[in-house]
């Protein structure tokens, strides 16, 4: 079992930066398996919706063209983690950020990952 645990969600102004944070804690076999990490949203009457994904096989990454121009996804390279830095917020980027990991498979579909977390809240105001 992996467990995913996100950090650093909460409240900005619009044109504000903010930085979300996920570490994979588990079985180490488990852990090893995991060559793709990413991050989706939903907000309040949406469907979720992809963002950004770090593969951990190659220095790959890949971002949502909405918001290319201002989210950036790194990957850690000690521990199974990954980040997301959001700059330029604007309120529609209001959502519950979930973190996501898995094996194989489009990186913008949800059910390429095996793992979720529960979620941190960004709430941008205008």
């Known amino acids: 079992q992996v467990y995913l645990v996100e950090s650093g969600g909460g409240s900005a102004q619009a044109g504000g930066s903010l930085s979300l944070s996920c570490t994979a804690s588990?079985?180490?076999?488990?852990?090893?398996?995991?060559?793709?990490m990413g991050w989706f949203r939903q907000a309040p009457g949406k469907e979720r919706e992809w963002v950004a994904t770090?593969?951990?096989?190659?220095?790959?990454?890949q971002v949502a063209r909405s918001v290319e121009a201002r989210f950036t996804i790194s990957r850690d390279h000690i521990e199974t983690a990954i980040s997301l830095r959001m700059n330029n917020l604007e309120p529609e980027d209001t959502a519950m950020y979930y973190c996501?990991?898995?094996?194989?498979?489009?990186?913008?579909?949800?059910?390429?990952?095996?793992?979720w977390g529960t979620g941190t809240q960004v709430t941008v105001s205008s």
């Open positions: 996501a990991a898995g094996r194989f498979g489009r990186w913008s579909t949800s059910t390429s990952y095996d793992y």
């Open positions: 588990g079985s180490s076999s488990t852990i090893a398996d995991i060559m793709l």
């Open positions: 770090a593969s951990f096989t190659t220095d790959i990454t």
